[in-house]
């Protein structure tokens, strides 16, 4: 079974401008969620998505977005990006919402100048 | 405020000892993970456990829901072991994450 995929792996942006980031579950899981990584604040939650709902939210302000196709294919997007967005954004997937191992994919790193 | 607390931050061993990585919350969990991060970024899932104990291999993690702690235990440890270690506990809405552990392992 081929793992979770992201593209792109890597993009670099200028302020102000807006992205989106995709990632492709592991065929059978309904569940994605994303992550951000960056080297001060670590890993926080972003947004699970399960069956095209959002399901849960983290703490991150509404430039931040997501949706997820009928396929599970999700796709996140900031808008108006600032400095501090640099950094990877990690997806991953589960079987089931909730509380469910994870499955992480490569990550995409996001340099915003 | 943090709602996951690791120790140590750091973590030389020499190839073969064994190695504990501990981990404490405040809130209240659906579960705990252990995940593995490499340099570069993949993240790879150790253990998911909501109660007791769970063994791969050389790995063991255990979790006491009353203390709210849980340890990672490595045994016979090797330089490929070397990596970042996070904690992360669900909270079925939620996830929160521990700031990790650097473990280095020296042959």
């Known amino acids: 079974k081929a793992g979770v995929t992201q593209t792109p792996r890597y993009l670099i942006k200028t302020r102000g401008q807006q992205v989106t980031l995709s990632c492709s579950p592991i065929?059978?899981?309904?569940?994605v969620s994303w992550y951000q990584q960056t080297p001060g604040q670590g890993l926080q939650f972003l947004f699970e998505?399960?069956?095209?709902?959002?399901?849960n939210k983290g703490n991150f302000p509404g430039r931040f977005s997501g949706r997820q196709f009928s396929n599970s294919r999700s796709e996140m997007n900031v808008s108006t990006l600032e400095l501090g967005d640099s950094a990877l954004y990690l997806c991953?997937?589960?079987?089931?919402?909730?509380?469910?191992?994870?499955?992480f994919g490569p990550g995409t790193r996001l340099t915003v100048l | 405020k943090n709602e996951v607390e690791q120790s140590p931050q750091n973590l030389t061993a020499q190839e073969g000892e064994f190695i504990t990585i501990n981990c404490s919350y405040s809130v209240g969990i659906s579960a705990l993970h252990w995940l593995q991060q490499h340099p570069g970024g993949g993240i790879v899932s150790l253990f998911m456990?909501?109660?007791g104990k769970k063994k791969h291999g050389r790995l063991i993690a255990t979790i006491n829901i009353q203390e709210k702690h849980s340890s990672l235990h490595i045994t016979a440890s090797h330089p490929r072991d070397s990596a970042v270690y996070i904690c992360a506990v669900s909270t079925g809405n939620q996830f929160y994450f521990g700031t990790g552990t650097s473990l280095t392992v020296i042959p």
């Open positions: 998505y399960f069956s095209e709902t959002q399901r």
């Open positions: 456990l909501s109660s």
């Open positions: 991953a997937s589960s079987l089931l919402a909730g509380n469910n191992e994870q499955f």
């Open positions: 065929s059978g899981h309904r569940s």
